[in-house]
């Protein structure tokens, strides 16, 4: 018989799109009080609406829309920590896009990046999780575009902004585009990683890898293609944010038992569980798990595995680490 997972377990979470985040209750009330119409996102009982991953980037465009001022991501983020801290989620790495905020120059960003900051020291004071952010730029929105948000990533690196990633349509541009945003984040000291694998075959992965020398790559899923590169990523510590509810809810893999992060965990691949954007796919950490339980006999010592290698390729400072760890390891 399968062993029931602890609901609060607590979950270090690396793969979390802030925006992708956020509540629908809460857009379509910002969207009332800035005067934007964004009616046809939600379907008729109020979740968002997509079908194709195209969809869903358009969906999420417009979900963005009302977001306008740092008080609105303030707001936000308060919002999507209180949720995540009710997932026993301990610790989080959040994707920041400063393409959302304001105009996306280093002035705004510096701006929203500080009310953002802000809501994480709230939400850690009332509940205990520990946010740190990402900055991410969006990759079909272009080279140049995404050579700026590394410049706002590089010019706010600490203690709060600990890393640079890519997301969006990893089918938009050639690698080479980006290798420069990926230097210039390097240079400045933060942790690297991309979106692949996901929406292309495992060839992106391994050009993630080349080009742009990321520690960590985002789904990462369909390396399972090509067994010389699994034996790679297992060979070198390559850790992969794998999000299984986002992967079926956008129609990558028919069902759980279909998805391969058992097989790349077999294989020595160090795995990691995150939910991406979780009000989109309507689910959580929880029940992530127990779905994972279901499909393939993880149990809670599985859990509890992959929770300790997250939080050992988590982008925070050693110290932070070593108290998520021991958080990690008191007993249930
Ligand atoms: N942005 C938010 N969610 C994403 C996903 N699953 N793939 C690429 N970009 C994203
Ligand atoms: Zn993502």
Redesign the pocket.
Same mark, same amino acid.
């Given at each position: 018989m399968r062993e029931r997972i602890d609901p609060d377990l607590p979950k270090v979470e690396l793969h979390l &799109?802030l925006?992708?985040a956020a509540p629908p209750a809460f857009i379509r009330s910002l969207a009332r009080e800035h005067h934007v119409d964004i009616d046809g996102v939600f379907d008729a009982a109020g979740h968002y609406r997509f079908g194709s @991953?195209a969809e @869903? +980037?358009r969906v999420?465009d417009a979900v963005c829309l009302p977001l306008r001022q740092p008080r609105d991501f303030h707001r936000l983020a308060r919002a999507v920590l209180e949720a995540r801290a009710d997932d026993a989620v301990i610790y989080t790495e959040v @994707?920041l896009s400063p393409d959302f905020c304001g105009g996306g120059d280093l002035a705004s960003w510096r701006d929203h990046c500080a009310a953002i900051a802000e809501a994480a020291a709230e939400a850690q004071a009332d509940s205990g999780i520990v946010m740190r952010g990402i900055v991410t730029a969006?990759?079909h929105r272009g080279p140049e575009a995404a050579r700026q948000v590394a410049r706002c990533a590089a010019e706010t690196a600490g203690d709060f902004i600990v890393g640079f990633g890519l997301?969006? %349509?990893?089918n938009a541009g050639s690698a080479r585009d980006f290798t420069w945003a990926f230097d210039c984040a390097r240079e400045a000291g933060l942790g690297l990683t991309a979106?692949a694998g996901?929406?292309a075959g495992a060839e992106s992965v391994r050009t993630a890898l080349d080009a742009w020398r990321v520690s960590r790559i985002? &789904?990462g899923v369909r390396a399972i293609e090509d067994p010389s590169l699994v034996e790679y990523l297992a060979e070198h510590d390559i850790v992969l944010e794998v999000?299984p509810g986002?992967n079926l809810a +956008?129609g990558l893999f028919p069902s759980m038992p279909h998805h391969p992060v058992a097989r790349l965990r077999d294989a020595g691949v160090r795995v990691t569980l995150s939910t %991406? %954007?979780p009000p989109?796919f309507r689910t959580s950490l929880r029940s992530e798990y127990d779905a994972l339980a279901q499909a393939f006999g993880w149990t809670e010592a599985d859990f509890r595995a992959i929770n300790a290698d997250a939080t050992r390729a988590a982008f925070c400072d050693a110290a932070t680490r070593d108290r998520i760890l021991t958080r990690l390891e008191a007993p249930a």
């Amino acid at each position: 018989m399968r062993e029931r997972i602890d609901p609060d377990l607590p979950k270090v979470e690396l793969h979390l &799109h802030l925006e992708g985040a956020a509540p629908p209750a809460f857009i379509r009330s910002l969207a009332r009080e800035h005067h934007v119409d964004i009616d046809g996102v939600f379907d008729a009982a109020g979740h968002y609406r997509f079908g194709s @991953f195209a969809e @869903f +980037l358009r969906v999420y465009d417009a979900v963005c829309l009302p977001l306008r001022q740092p008080r609105d991501f303030h707001r936000l983020a308060r919002a999507v920590l209180e949720a995540r801290a009710d997932d026993a989620v301990i610790y989080t790495e959040v @994707f920041l896009s400063p393409d959302f905020c304001g105009g996306g120059d280093l002035a705004s960003w510096r701006d929203h990046c500080a009310a953002i900051a802000e809501a994480a020291a709230e939400a850690q004071a009332d509940s205990g999780i520990v946010m740190r952010g990402i900055v991410t730029a969006i990759r079909h929105r272009g080279p140049e575009a995404a050579r700026q948000v590394a410049r706002c990533a590089a010019e706010t690196a600490g203690d709060f902004i600990v890393g640079f990633g890519l997301a969006g %349509d990893e089918n938009a541009g050639s690698a080479r585009d980006f290798t420069w945003a990926f230097d210039c984040a390097r240079e400045a000291g933060l942790g690297l990683t991309a979106h692949a694998g996901e929406w292309a075959g495992a060839e992106s992965v391994r050009t993630a890898l080349d080009a742009w020398r990321v520690s960590r790559i985002g &789904h990462g899923v369909r390396a399972i293609e090509d067994p010389s590169l699994v034996e790679y990523l297992a060979e070198h510590d390559i850790v992969l944010e794998v999000c299984p509810g986002s992967n079926l809810a +956008l129609g990558l893999f028919p069902s759980m038992p279909h998805h391969p992060v058992a097989r790349l965990r077999d294989a020595g691949v160090r795995v990691t569980l995150s939910t %991406d %954007d979780p009000p989109f796919f309507r689910t959580s950490l929880r029940s992530e798990y127990d779905a994972l339980a279901q499909a393939f006999g993880w149990t809670e010592a599985d859990f509890r595995a992959i929770n300790a290698d997250a939080t050992r390729a988590a982008f925070c400072d050693a110290a932070t680490r070593d108290r998520i760890l021991t958080r990690l390891e008191a007993p249930a």
